[in-house]
């Protein structure tokens, strides 16, 4: 069964069309990241929230927000999302004090 | 802050051969090493980790040794399958508050039958 489970698995957007990803959890876990991953690219933090307190990476672009309104919800907002925002978003979760954390299977974002 | 490199893009070994996958790292302060596997079109998934105060732990075909002069981390898959063709990385975990994985450049394994 599919612990951290991110929608939609593609998504296409227009430049500069705001778009929304999405991520859900079934772990109870409080820690959640949202990683960038281009091709051939290792993945990227962008941010993460330790339950509720939000923890923003210093080279994150501002066009990149974030909200998590409950402990199994997460979500990534591009506001205007240009052709170097193409990549594959990648959600993770863990237990603060564990090693271990947990990706889904990404949402590959194609910008028109 | 953290660097952490690998040293070869791609490894490419025969079905039943011992694979080795390198990976050097800048940050001594590091608690945690992690290496993690990464199928096409998938998330990345936990292999194995080791802590900074140990040099060598072993899995289920899996060995990792750590290297903390030389700030060396390796991964040792004994008889590679055709499974385990993937990407891998390494990762080193910062802490304060949450272990957080900061993740290496990466290594393609292709592993012919």
Known sequence: ?112 | GESVGLHLPTLSVQEGDNSIINCAYSNSASDYFIWYKQESGKGPQFIIDIRSNMDKRQGQRVTVLLNKTVKHLSLQIAATQPGDSAVYFCAVLRSGGSYIPTFGRGTSLIVHP
């Open chain 1, 1 to 112: 069964d599919a612990m951290v489970i991110q929608n939609p698995r593609y998504q296409v957007t227009q430049f500069g069309k705001p778009v929304t990803l999405s991520c859900s959890q079934t772990l109870n876990h409080n820690v959640m990241y949202w990683y960038q991953q281009k091709s051939s690219q290792a993945p990227k933090l962008l941010f993460h929230y330790y339950d509720k307190d939000f923890n923003n990476e210093a080279d994150t672009p501002d066009n990149f927000q974030s909200r998590r309104p409950n402990t199994s919800f997460c979500f990534l907002d591009i506001r205007s999302p240009g052709l170097g925002d193409a990549a594959m978003y990648l959600c993770a979760t863990s237990r603060g004090d564990n090693t271990e954390a947990f990706f889904g299977q990404g949402t590959r974002l194609t910008v028109v």
